[in-house]
Each structure stands twice: as structure tokens, then as C-alpha cells.
């Protein structure tokens, strides 16, 4: 019954789609992979490194977290 609707979130949780999550308290934007991925998954990895770095996240967390907002 739940199956239908949790097969949209498995491509949005897919390590393949994201490769991997960010590392928090590194000066800079570090995406953490697991040792078995896909060439797929370092190249998105990549990808959204250079997003957040595009969108200047790490400046944007740090303004967050010092200013409390």
C-alpha cells in the first residue's frame, strides 16, 4: 500500500543521484562518497560541489550560524 507512493522518493534519495553529502565544519564545500561509487555518483558529486559553490552555501551557513537566523 505504501509502495506507490515511496517509489518517487527512491530516485531522490538515490547515492547515485547526489553522490554523497556535504561535510559540515570544513572551511569549503566537501562531499563525502561512499568507497563503492559509481562513476555516476562522482561525477554528481561534482556537480553539486560546484553548485554550492556557485550558490555560495558555505558563506550563507556561516552567516546563519553566527548570526542565529
Do not use: W
Request: charged content about 15%; overall charge negative; glycine content about 10%.
Amino acid at each position: 500500500m505504501l509502495l506507490p507512493a515511496l517509489v518517487p522518493l527512491a530516485e531522490q534519495f538515490d547515492p547515485n543521484n547526489t553522490g554523497g553529502a556535504m561535510l559540515l565544519r570544513v572551511n569549503g564545500v566537501c562531499i563525502i562518497s561512499h568507497g563503492s561509487s559509481t562513476d555516476t555518483a562522482i561525477v554528481n558529486a561534482v556537480k553539486v560541489a560546484n553548485e554550492m559553490i556557485g550558490a555560495g552555501l558555505v558563506d550563507r551557513l556561516r552567516e546563519t550560524v553566527s548570526t542565529g537566523e
